[in-house]
Each structure stands twice: as structure tokens, then as C-alpha cells.
């Protein structure tokens, strides 16, 4: 394949305000594919505002206005005929895990029934693929059949995870994914997320500014809907990246 | 004053032993007690005159009760004899009106809730459902009359009564299936969206299989209150007396004019010299009855399905 030089996701002149409260002002940046971008940031700094506003769930949010534009390889979100396919491409894992009141297969299964997958064959190999990736299949194998919300909390949000690659997204979005994993879970994760870094481009929103400089390529701080900074790892979270404030909160002078 | 020899007592951070009555602690008590009292009395004083009116209306009505009393029709200037053709026409009546609304009423219910974005033309329509499930039925009976007997030419029939029943239940339907839709929380549909789910997918995936018990529930007891209601029906199909078979399956057509409990019940009571004493109060026991025997299904029906709840 040739190397495609525009960038996965070009962000320019984002805003984004809820009625007269502005969550985010004016950000413009660009992920790559198959990068990790990491995204940190205080509380109300517009970090999932960004990612609904990616997948235009912000479409379902009253009184939400948004302006300037997000590209997904060159094509303008919000000129996306087709929402639904846009929300296949793109898996997003909510900060809380919300298993769906059916079984841990249904789950799994539900996004490839809803884009018109019926073969069981093909379903049982997804299934049992994304439950492996997200670290959850030798819990839950023998159980298949049995409700999604009677899980554990880390499982559900394990479950979540695995839901969000069942529609085979070429970008994945993390909202804050392991504040309800333990941490041996996590590392399986993250590891599981390096592996798919070489298929997907993953946007992790995290904050845990240390999974940020384990895991992504580049990082993003943004605060109070203000993009401060994004670079490389090495140079955000190093002594003396771009902006002092960076380096404040990342050495958790502030925040 | 104290040796070490003696026992210690514990004593709280303000020297006082933890645990020690205190005025307000007592009256705190004091106030539970009260309170617990005043809510059972308030339950009891709510049950003791529904038990009374039962009471009482089997015991008048026990000499005219047996399964011929349901089966056989009024006889000899409706002061004899039994309520079938009251019976049935009820049945009727319930049934085909809530054929008609249920649907309407549940699908308008998952439009309102699912799809509706927040205008002020949708608000309009909200507000003008909750006022509708309050008008009183003597108002439906009136619109009834005006749409369905005469605007429509159905005439004094089946299909006019049925069609007002469902009017009149229409707007409760609505509000009771909102209701259970918007129980069902918001998480799951975002989950579904996120992954692409259509809002139609997300509704049959997982809005109504949640929420179809309640829905259930809500048109089950529009069943009672249709049965119940008099002046819808006897302003638009409802009559005195008609001739039909003892115990037919089908003695009306919809263009008919049929008999209805409410009204039949309201018949004997005011309009009909010399009936049995019992008969009447047999009356109002069958149509308790039917509406308890209604109401227990839907709560059995509740029970049954949250069972099967799966959050």
C-alpha cells in the first residue's frame, strides 16, 4: 500500500459550545495513521467532548453547536451521509463500562449484526477474536451465554472494549479506559493495543499522565478547551517540553 | 474519686460515655415511631373501605351469583335471568378498542421518546397528550358522538363505542409507554451508537426489550378503565336492552348496537322497576371481578418479565 501522506484525522478550528458554555475553543491538530496519540488534560478540559464530536454522537446532545471542521482520511465528519458507517470506522470506549442487557456473545455480536453480518461462522470468529484482545475470553469462554451486566466491573469494561473492536474500526478512541481495571489487566491492554497499533490509529484520552508516556507517540495536553500543546513524547514529557504549563501539570504541580 | 482498681468506663471524645441517651436522640425516636404510625394508619384507613365495598357487594350479591348468572342473557324485562349480552359486549368493546389503540399508542410513544428532538412543535404535542389523559370521558363521549356516530356515519354501533374507548385511552397509553421507554438508561443507547447502531437497531436491540414490560403494563390497565367507563359507550353504541342468544360467541356485529356492563349496571340500578335485589350487586361483582381478575394479570405479567430483567 502506498504511503498515504495525508494524515488519519486533521482537526482544524475546532469549537465546540453547549448552549452559550464553550468546551472547546478553536483546537486544530492532526493524528497520523497507526499512531497512539495520547490526550491528557484537568476535568472540563473537552477531552471527550473531542471524541463525540469525532464519531458525531455530539449530534444527539441538545443545544450543542459545533464549528470548523474534522477530517477522517480527507472527508469532512459532519458532510458524512452515511453517520453510521463514519461510527463503525471509528470503536469508542466509554470511561464507564455499560454492558448491554444481553448476553456476553450479543454483546460482542451486536455491531457486526447491526452492519449486516449474519453467519454464524463469521460471528463466532469475532466474537471469540475480540473478547481474546480485550483480555477477557478465558473468563468468560464457558459462559458465553450469560448477561453481559452480571459481569464484574473490569469485565464489563473489558466487554466495552472488545465491543468497541467487534465493527473492526480502523480508528480506535479510548475514553479513560482503565479506571475500572486493576493494573495487571491494564498492562495486558495496553499491550494488547500496542499489538493493534500496526492495523488501527488509537486515540487515548487518559488521565494517568504516566499511561500517556507508556503508550502513545505523541501527546496532546489540552485545558479548559485550549490545546497547550502537542509534540512527541520525548519532547512533552521531557524536562522542558514547549509550554511551562505542560511540564507543571505533568510533574503534578498543578491539576 | 477513682482507683485503677475500679472498672473503667469508656468515655467519648467529649467525656461523656459514647452511647448515652441524648434529648435529641430521643426525640428523633420519638419522631420515627410517630411517623411510622401515622403512614400505617393511613394504609389501613385506604384498605378498610375497598375491603367494606367488596364485602359488602358479594355478600348482596350472593344470591344471584353462578356461572348461569354469566352465561344467560336478561330475561323477562331484564329482572330476571343473567348478563351475558352485557358481558360480551364489554369484551367486545375492550378488545376492539384497544386493538386499535395499542399500536397507535405504542408506536406514537416510542416516535415521542426515541425520535423527537426537543421543538417546540414536539413539546406542543407532549403537553396536548398529558392534557388529553386527563379529560374527563363524558368530553370523549361528546367528541365520540360528533366524530364517530355522526361525521364518520358509523352510526349508534360497536365500531363508534370501541373507537371512542380507544380516544379516551389513546393519551394514557402514550404517557404509560413513554414512561416504561424512559426507564430504560441512556448509557445503553450511546453504547449502541457508538457502535454504529441505527436508532432503529438500538430501539429493537435493546430500548424495547427492556422497557416491554412496562409498556405491557400500561395497556393492561387501560383495559379496567375502558370496561369501567360508562358515558363513552353509552353515547356512542351502548344500549338499554338487546336480544341475543344465551351464551353466543358472536352476537354483535360492528355496525350493531350491543350491551356493555357499565351501562347495564347503570341500567338496572336507575332505569329498571321490580329487578331482584341481588342482581344488580351480581352485576357490579362481575365487573369488579373481570377488572381485578385484569389487574392481577398485569402484575403477574410484571413479575414474570422483570424476572427476566436483565440490568
Redesign the interface.
Known amino acids: 500500500m502506498a504511503i498515504d501522506p495525508r494524515a488519519k484525522i486533521e482537526v482544524e478550528g475546532l469549537r465546540l459550545a453547549y448552549g452559550h458554555r464553550e468546551a472547546i475553543r478553536g483546537v486544530s491538530f492532526d493524528v497520523q495513521a497507526n499512531e497512539i496519540l495520547g490526550i491528557i488534560g484537568p476535568a472540563q478540559s473537552g477531552k471527550t467532548s473531542l471524541l463525540r464530536c469525532l464519531n458525531r454522537t455530539i449530534d444527539f446532545v441538545a443545544g450543542a453547536h459545533v464549528t470548523g471542521t474534522i477530517r477522517v482520511d480527507g472527508e469532512d465528519v459532519r458532510r458524512v451521509r452515511d453517520v453510521f458507517d463514519l461510527r463503525r470506522r471509528i470503536g469508542m470506549v466509554a470511561p464507564l463500562p455499560v454492558g448491554l442487557p444481553m448476553s456476553i456473545y450479543d454483546n460482542v455480536a451486536f455491531a457486526p449484526r447491526c452492519a449486516g453480518i449474519t453467519s454464524r461462522g463469521e460471528l463466532d470468529g469475532r466474537v471469540e477474536r475480540c473478547l481474546r484482545q480485550a483480555a477477557l475470553w478465558d473468563e468468560v469462554k464457558d459462559r458465553l451465554g450469560s448477561l453481559g451486566t452480571k459481569l464484574s466491573g473490569g469485565q464489563q469494561q473489558r466487554l466495552t472494549i472488545a465491543r468497541a473492536l467487534s465493527h473492526e474500526p480502523e480508528i480506535l478512541c479510548l475514553d479513560e479506559f482503565s479506571i475500572a481495571i486493576d493494573p495487571v489487566t491494564t498492562m495486558r491492554i495496553e499491550d494488547v493495543l500496542r499489538e493493534l497499533k500496526r492495523e488501527v490509529t488509537i486515540i487515548l484520552v487518559t488521565n494517568l499522565t504516566q499511561q500517556a508516556r507508556r503508550l502513545a507517540d505523541r501527546t496532546m495536553f489540552l485545558m479548559a478547551g485550549e490545546l497547550v500543546e502537542i509534540g512527541p513524547n520525548a519532547v512533552v514529557f521531557s524536562d522542558a517540553p514547549a509550554q511551562r504549563k505542560t511540564y507543571e501539570y505533568i510533574s503534578g504541580l498543578f491539576g | 474519686m477513682r482507683t485503677d482498681a475500679q472498672p473503667r468506663v469508656a468515655a467519648g471524645p467529649d467525656g461523656r460515655p459514647p452511647f448515652a441517651e441524648t434529648a435529641y436522640g430521643r426525640r428523633k425516636l420519638r419522631q420515627e415511631s410517630a411517623a411510622r404510625a401515622v403512614f400505617l394508619a393511613m394504609t389501613l384507613l385506604m384498605v378498610a373501605p375497598l375491603v367494606a365495598i367488596v364485602a359488602h357487594l358479594v355478600v348482596e350479591a350472593w344470591p344471584a351469583l353462578s356461572l348461569e348468572f354469566l352465561l344467560d342473557v336478561p330475561r323477562n324485562r331484564m329482572t330476571e335471568g343473567g348478563i351475558w349480552s352485557a358481558l360480551v359486549g364489554t369484551i367486545y368493546l375492550v378488545a376492539i378498542s384497544l386493538a386499535v389503540a395499542a399500536p397507535i399508542g405504542v408506536l406514537a410513544a416510542v416516535y415521542l421518546n426515541e425520535y423527537a428532538?426537543?421543538t417546540w412543535f414536539n413539546r406542543i404535542i407532549n403537553l396536548a397528550v398529558i392534557n388529553l389523559a386527563g379529560v374527563p370521558s363524558i368530553v370523549h363521549a361528546l367528541f365520540g358522538l360528533g366524530a364517530f356516530v355522526y361525521a364518520a356515519r358509523f352510526g349508534f354501533s360497536v365500531m363508534a363505542a370501541s373507537l371512542t374507548l380507544a380516544i379516551m385511552t389513546l393519551p394514557v397509553i402514550i404517557a404509560s409507554t413513554r414512561e416504561a421507554l424512559a426507564a430504560v438508561p441512556t448509557?445503553?443507547r450511546?453504547?449502541?451508537?457508538?457502535?454504529?447502531?441505527?436508532r432503529w437497531?438500538t430501539i429493537r436491540?435493546?430500548v424495547l426489550?427492556?422497557s416491554i414490560s412496562g409498556i405491557l403494563t400500561g395497556i393492561i390497565l387501560q383495559v379496567s378503565r375502558a370496561a369501567g367507563e360508562t358515558a363513552p359507550v353509552m353515547f356512542t353504541g351502548a344500549v338499554l336492552y338487546k336480544a341475543v342468544e344465551r351464551g353466543s360467541l358472536f352476537p354483535y356485529y360492528l355496525d350493531d348496537q350491543c350491551m356493555a356492563l357499565s351501562m347495564h349496571l347503570y341500567v338496572l340500578t336507575t332505569q329498571v322497576p321490580n329487578v331482584a335485589h341481588a342482581i344488580p350487586y351480581a352485576t357490579a361483582v362481575v365487573l369488579l371481578g373481570s377488572v381485578l381478575l385484569v389487574n392481577a394479570a398485569a402484575i403477574g405479567l410484571r413479575v414474570w418479565l422483570r424476572n427476566r430483567?436483565?440490568?
Open positions: 428532538k426537543d448509557a445503553f450511546e453504547a449502541c451508537w457508538n457502535v454504529g447502531a441505527s437497531q436491540g435493546v426489550p427492556n430483567k436483565r440490568w
